[in-house]
Antibody, heavy 121, light 110 residues
């Protein structure tokens, strides 16, 4: 059974940093691209970032470019999102999701349960 | 990276068909056959319903279908059922390794 489990969320002050992790199991992690998608409470989905199977292709939403960094460690079956200079508008549930292809195709066929990041003083 | 445009809400009676539109630009929907649709029930993670405009993943009912014309993609649900009531989101490739979601559509089954 495919599982994606996010961790590292919580309450953080504006301007501070937080690192999210996503542990994958039940599939060959390094065969697939991965994405982070977020959803502010009561709002819609927003794509945040994606990374190809070998980290050779990486993309960011304009809203996080320059502040967030996506990475992966295929040896540890893990995906990460380093979030710096956090703002109140970054408050959201953050989902880790698996693409169906080694390079992103937008076919996000598996999702984690989501983890809440709250940016507030 | 402007969000794709979806109607805020649509509704239909059981057994009917409904279509949800997703309008982008020539830089995203119009340029790539990489449009996906997701269903999200309250408090749950999204579920992939359609990929690459019209491909239905294994396990997804054949009542769900996707299409695209120009800068607009569409999701059609036929034979509406109570369990289809959910939020639906489209997502398109926007070039340079970036993706964009639509604002979401709330489907109500009357």
């Amino acid at each position: 059974e495919v599982q994606l489990v996010e961790s590292g969320g919580g309450l953080v002050q504006p301007g501070r940093s937080l690192r999210l992790s996503c542990a994958g199991s039940g599939f060959t992690f390094d065969d697939y691209a991965m994405h982070w998608v977020r959803q502010a409470p009561g709002k819609g989905l927003e794509w945040v970032s994606s990374i190809s199977w070998n980290s050779g292709s990486i993309g960011y939403a304009d809203s996080v470019k320059g502040r967030f960094t996506i990475s992966r460690d295929n040896a540890k079956n893990s995906l990460y999102l380093q979030m710096n200079s956090l703002r109140a508008e970054d408050t959201a549930f953050y989902y880790c999701s698996k693409d169906r292809d080694y390079d992103s195709s937008g076919s996000l066929d598996q999702w984690g349960q989501g983890i809440l990041v709250t940016v507030s003083s | 990276q402007s969000a794709l445009t979806q109607p805020a809400s649509v509704s239909g009676s059981p057994g009917q068909s409904i279509t949800i539109s997703c309008t982008g630009t020539s830089s995203d929907v119009g340029s790539y056959n990489l449009v996906s649709w997701f269903q999200q029930h309250p408090g749950k993670a999204p579920k992939l319903m359609i990929s690459e405009v019209s491909k239905r993943p294994s396990g997804v009912s054949n009542r769900f279908s996707g299409s695209k014309s120009g800068n607009t993609a569409s999701l059609t649900i036929s034979g509406l059922q109570a369990e289809d009531e959910a939020d639906y989101y489209c997502c398109s490739y926007a070039g340079s390794s970036t993706w964009v979601f639509g604002g979401g559509t709330k489907l109500t089954v009357l």
